[in-house]
């Protein structure tokens, strides 16, 4: 069963639950935000079902709140920080804001980032750079789990590794590539699992190396493991943002048997760009508008109403979630209001939030 709740009455709630576990009120905000834009634009994975593990996190010491993140290089181009395990909620905006800054200035900037917890939708730090007409490319690993198996191995050794490329179009919203180098997202398994659902062929296997369409294996011990996207290609794109993410920004790499920890770190590589500096302005729009139109005319394939572009399907969705409610299914309801008695909030206030009162 599912409950419908307003963006504006679950972020009320949620922020509640993160202002009980210690943050600012500033902080709670900005989590409950962003988790709830990632249920606006449909990522559920990514929503109000992190909180629970995020409180756990916290009473475990591996999350803390009210931190920002510590610089240990800045030259304007080249910027290295140090997440200090923060809200990736509010460390990821700060950081993001002073890449930005900075490409806005010298025409680029990578930053490095390490030691963050969880970064959430990794889209959300793209539509920063995006809104500000930058290009916005990133690479990120996942301390927390090993959950993916490496192509052609039967174990899982790494995390779901996401990458995110985001560009400004002329006239139109951004070109927003987001996704985990997983077949499929680790959250959108938790969501299927509660939901009693099985998965399509091709993204798990069993504890045997046997393919199954059993979520359990990825969310219940005994663990079998996910695949990458696309066979050897999303294996190397996983890989590549190990060693960017994780390696080069010194947040650190997975090489563990297993944790039990609750916390997700995440380390994430990331190029700004000012596209107007490069001095190619003009070619940029006009090419980029005659390949869109060019793309968009391809005859619509069975089952497709029509060709889309990576950022369109989150934009419809957001529509249609804030005209109707996010959904959220019991399970994971019911893990929100128990993170709640954890932090000795009561959970009548939780509901009343949730239910705009
Ligand atoms: P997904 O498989 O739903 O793919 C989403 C991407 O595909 C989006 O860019 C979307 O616009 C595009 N897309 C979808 N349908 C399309 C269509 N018909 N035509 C054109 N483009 C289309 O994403 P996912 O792998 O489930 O990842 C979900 C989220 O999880 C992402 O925001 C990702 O950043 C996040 N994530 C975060 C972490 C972390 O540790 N912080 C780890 C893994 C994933």
Redesign the pocket.
């Known amino acids: 069963m599912e409950t419908f709740f307003t963006a504006q009455a679950l972020t009320r709630a949620i922020e509640a639950i993160v202002a009980a576990g210690g943050s600012e009120p500033a902080e709670a905000r900005l989590v409950a935000d962003n988790l709830v834009t990632?249920n606006l634009l449909g990522?559920d994975?990514?929503g109000v079902g992190m909180i629970p593990r995020y409180i756990d996190a916290v009473l475990e010491g591996g999350l803390l709140p009210n931190q920002h993140p510590k610089a240990t290089l800045d030259t304007g181009t080249l910027l290295a920080l140090d997440g200090c395990k923060g809200y990736g909620q509010s460390i990821g905006r700060e950081a993001m804001q002073m890449a930005i800054e900075r490409a806005k200035h010298s025409g680029c900037c990578i930053m490095t980032l390490g030691n963050s917890h969880?970064?959430?939708?990794?889209?959300h730090w793209a539509e920063m750079a995006v809104a500000e007409g930058l290009v916005s490319i990133h690479f990120?690993n996942?301390i927390s789990h090993a959950r993916v198996a490496p192509h052609g191995g039967r174990d899982a050794r790494f995390?779901?590794?996401?990458c995110?490329i985001g560009v400004p179009l002329p006239g139109e919203p951004p070109f927003?590539?987001?996704?985990?180098t997983?077949a499929?997202?680790?959250?959108?398994l938790r969501v299927a699992h509660n939901k009693g659902e099985k998965v399509p062929p091709g993204r798990l296997i069993d504890p045997e190396g046997n393919p199954t369409t059993d979520p359990r294996y990825a969310v219940v011990p005994p663990f079998g493991a996910m695949l990458a996207f696309g066979e050897h290609k999303g294996y190397g794109m996983a890989i590549a943002s190990e060693l960017l993410g994780g390696a080069l920004t010194g947040g650190g790499t997975w090489h563990y048997e297993e944790s039990s920890k609750q916390r997700?770190l995440?380390g994430m590589f990331t190029i700004v760009l000012d596209p107007r500096q490069l001095g190619t302005a003009a070619a940029f729009e006009r090419e980029a508008r005659l390949f869109l139109d060019w793309l968009r005319k391809s005859r619509p394939a069975p089952g497709f109403d029509r060709v889309?572009?990576?950022?369109?399907?989150?934009r419809e969705m957001r529509e249609r979630r804030s005209r109707d409610g996010i959904p959220v299914d019991e399970a994971t309801w019911n893990e929100i209001v128990t993170a709640a008695d954890k932090l000795e909030l009561a959970r009548s206030r939780v509901e009343a939030l949730a239910r705009g009162e």
Do not use: F, M, W
């Not at 995390?159 to 996401?162: A, I």
């Open positions: 990632a990522h994975s990514h969880h970064l959430g939708r990794i889209g990120v996942v995390g779901t590794n996401p995110c927003l590539l987001d996704y985990a997983s499929v997202a680790q959250g959108k997700v995440n889309r572009i990576a950022g369109e399907p989150e």
